[in-house]
């Protein structure tokens, strides 16, 4: 077993452990881990720097030619989507005005018919009133809806653009392709252990610490450090062992970077963020969310086409 396997190890069970938080009839454990402790303390968050939001990397010279290539297909990339973009707004604005003026002239339609005679043709005037200006929003509404879904596609395709500007470091493709190595290694680790542990289902027990900002104070990142890294870096003087204030001091501040590391990670993950806080359970369990709605959808009678829709959006 190498060394990276084995602080791994040490981390999963030392740290955050696979205790059982209780036991189903049957003999189903349920245990929990931290994934966003666990992540931040991967061997692999050393070559991470938090002021650029990317790993460190080395990368040959053909490496470098092919980011200067995928730069300037991206440029391009970008301006046909900003384009395409601000066509969209217009196509929206242009929707609009056609719905105005359509309900517009149905309602001097209305006006103009209020003064006939009869009952009956003043409630056909009303019912053709309201049936034409449904119709006219429903056109609106789905071309409107087909114009702003495209709009939100080309918002995420800008938004995964990159442009390298330092080959020193991961774009941010690279960089959450890394988080979810990082992650999957995590969760290999985690299944291997919970099989060991007779656990059936392991919870992420982090993932709700990225929803909120800690209120605690930490001490802020110096430009082109990293407080994780800091101590892999800081070996204790093996002179020192047996003076009992050294390796407590020594200690502390290892214990003092590591919460610090923690507490600030939550602003230097940027995007990857999501990686952590996308599922709640780690291994084990089913999502049972879109059976439920189906099933409620079925008793209630409603269109199948639609609930569809609703569960699969």
Not at 25 to 32: L, M, Q
Request: glycine fraction near 4%; proline fraction near 2%; charged fraction near 25%.
């Amino acid at each position: 077993m190498n060394k990276k396997t084995l602080i791994i190890c040490f981390c999963l069970l030392a740290i955050f452990g696979f205790k059982p938080l209780f036991a189903q009839r049957g003999g189903i454990y349920v245990g929990k881990l931290d994934l966003y402790t666990a992540t931040m303390l991967h061997p692999a968050m050393m070559w991470y720097s938090p002021e650029k939001k990317a790993f460190k990397v080395s990368r040959d010279s053909v490496s470098k030619q092919r980011i200067v290539r995928e730069n300037k297909s991206n440029e391009e990339e970008r301006k046909k989507l900003e384009s395409r973009m601000k066509t969209i707004k217009s196509r929206i604005k242009e929707e609009e005005q056609k719905y105005n003026n359509t309900i517009a002239n149905l309602s001097q339609r209305y006006v103009d018919n209020l003064d006939k005679v009869g009952t009956a043709a003043a409630e056909l005037n009303k019912i053709n009133f309201k049936k034409y200006s449904e119709e006219a929003l429903i056109v609106y509404q789905s071309k409107v809806n087909s114009y702003y879904g495209e709009y939100t596609l080309c918002e995420d395709k800008l938004g995964k653009i990159d442009k390298v500007t330092d080959d020193s470091y991961t774009s941010s493709e690279e960089t959450e392709k890394r988080f979810l190595e990082i992650v999957n290694e995590i969760k290999m680790y985690a299944k291997r252990i919970a099989d060991q542990k007779g656990i059936s289902i392991v919870f992420n027990s982090g993932y709700k610490r990225l929803l909120t900002q800690s209120s605690n104070k930490v001490q802020a990142f110096v430009a082109g450090s990293n407080p994780f890294a800091s101590i892999f870096s800081t070996v204790f003087p093996s002179e020192l062992l047996r003076d009992e204030a050294s390796v407590r001091g020594y200690y502390l501040g290892v214990e003092s970077n590591v919460i610090n590391w923690l507490e600030m990670a939550r602003d230097s993950l940027g995007n990857s963020s999501r990686i952590l806080v996308d599922e709640d359970i780690i291994v084990g369990g089913t999502d049972l969310t879109s059976d439920v709605l189906s099933s409620i959808y079925k008793a209630y009678k409603i269109d199948t086409n639609i609930s569809n829709a609703i569960i699969n959006f």
